[in-house]
């Protein structure tokens, strides 16, 4: 097993209330290391995005190992502000009239997604001090599932090069954003298009974003030939500020979604244990993606083997997923911990309280102090999202 997989069958589950999301701070500082190898290496700066998490009671430590923080709206590029502590590079696909100057007052860098909203607020922000970018299509992504594919040709994200006749004035930065978990000759295709539709703009601007998506912190991952794709660039453009915003890397496999098994059914030959967490609610990406997460303790069912289907307490039908098979043939039992891994990026952020049912808790482990609950959720949160 790897290091990760040791520490994560390895650490106080037992005193971990359920459910609950936690982060384990010895993976987290793991992926420090890479990041910060990233930016040694290369001098690009790297910032976090909080559209994949936005967990600021770890903001402390990601300060550390980041040169900033991204925010996709009014309410991340205030928590960028105020816990953060350093002004936002701000992206979101419009912004309204009544939210534009406060966003202003949070943000060092905001890019426009169109040459409408950019006549709109440009000169507003350049008037505020903050540096102005437009964001770009090129038109090249390896990402095949539609949903999180934002470079297609129609796609509503950015602007075409054949849209692009001159680079408006004022406008100081291009961003560009094509990538999903992707690997580093994702980026260097992507980067081959930005060159060949937008090239003849670069030399008159001060900073490139080249959004998030680089999963640099995956056991995979060649972040070595990120770093010789990320020098061949800056040598090329030695005047531009590279800025990378990957949201899953900083805190890729970092915890865990803790659960409990609640009842056992089996229906039709399919066994199913019903937990007290939903798929639907807790961990959307599993269905939106979709993708099968990782149990700890299971295994994907052999011939022959007994199948659990695992059963979210939603009463939407689909709110399910399956099926795994237990180590060592092991039959779970009412009141069993089902763990869930690799679940703090892209879900506290995407939960909802649909059906009022119970949201996990939300909390980090030390392997010196153990365990630290930071956020329990109860009726009055439920009851405050309502009317």
Excluded at 22 to 43: C, F, P, S, W, Y
Excluded at 111 to 122: A, E, K, V
Excluded at 216 to 245: C, N, Q, S
Excluded at 315 to 331: H, S, T
Aim: proline share 5%.
């Amino acid at each position: 097993m790897t290091d990760k997989d040791t520490i994560l069958n390895n650490w106080g589950l037992s005193t971990i209330p359920s459910p609950c999301y936690v982060l384990h701070e010895t993976l987290l500082a793991a992926n420090m290391q890479v990041i910060d190898k990233v930016r040694k290496a290369t001098g690009a700066e790297i910032i976090v995005a909080l559209k994949a998490n936005a967990m600021w009671s770890i903001f402390p430590e990601l300060r550390q190992h980041a040169d900033g923080a991204t925010a996709s709206s009014l309410a991340e590029a205030r928590l960028v502000f105020e816990e953060y502590g350093t002004p936002a590079h701000t992206y979101a696909p419009v912004y309204s009239e009544n939210e534009i100057d406060e966003i202003l007052g949070y943000s060092s860098h905001i890019t426009f997604n169109s040459l409408n909203q950019y006549q709109r607020y440009g000169e507003r922000a350049r008037q505020a001090g903050v540096s102005c970018g437009l964001r770009v299509n090129p038109e090249y992504s390896t990402v095949e599932t539609d949903l999180y594919n934002p470079a297609s040709p129609t796609s509503r994200l950015g602007i075409r090069s054949v849209d692009l006749s001159e680079w408006p004035a004022g406008v100081e930065g291009l961003h560009f954003h094509s990538l999903c978990e992707s690997r580093p000759e994702d980026l260097k295709g992507t980067l081959e298009a930005v060159e060949e539709r937008f090239g003849r703009f670069l030399p008159h601007l001060k900073w490139i974003n080249f959004g998030g998506g680089h999963l640099m912190t995956h056991k995979d991952y060649d972040e070595d030939e990120l770093i010789r794709i990320l020098a061949g660039f800056r040598a090329r453009y030695p005047h531009l500020r590279v800025i990378l915003e990957p949201g899953s890397a900083f805190t890729w496999d970092t915890g865990c979604l803790v659960s409990t098994v609640e009842d056992k059914v089996c229906n039709g030959g399919v066994n199913t244990l019903m937990l007290n967490v939903s798929f639907a609610c807790h961990m959307p990406d599993c269905l939106e993606m979709p993708y099968k997460p990782f149990i700890i303790g299971t295994h994907e069912p052999l011939e022959g083997e007994k199948r659990w289907r695992m059963g979210g307490n939603s009463c939407l039908a689909g709110d399910f997923y399956g099926d795994w098979a237990f180590d060592g043939g092991r039959e779970p039992q009412i009141g069993d911990r089902i763990v869930f891994r690799d679940m703090i990026h892209y879900t506290m952020v995407k939960t909802t309280m649909f059906n009022g049912v119970t949201h996990p808790s939300i909390g980090i482990w030390n392997p010196q102090t153990g365990f630290r609950l930071v956020r329990r959720f109860g009726y009055e949160d439920y009851k405050g999202r309502m009317s």
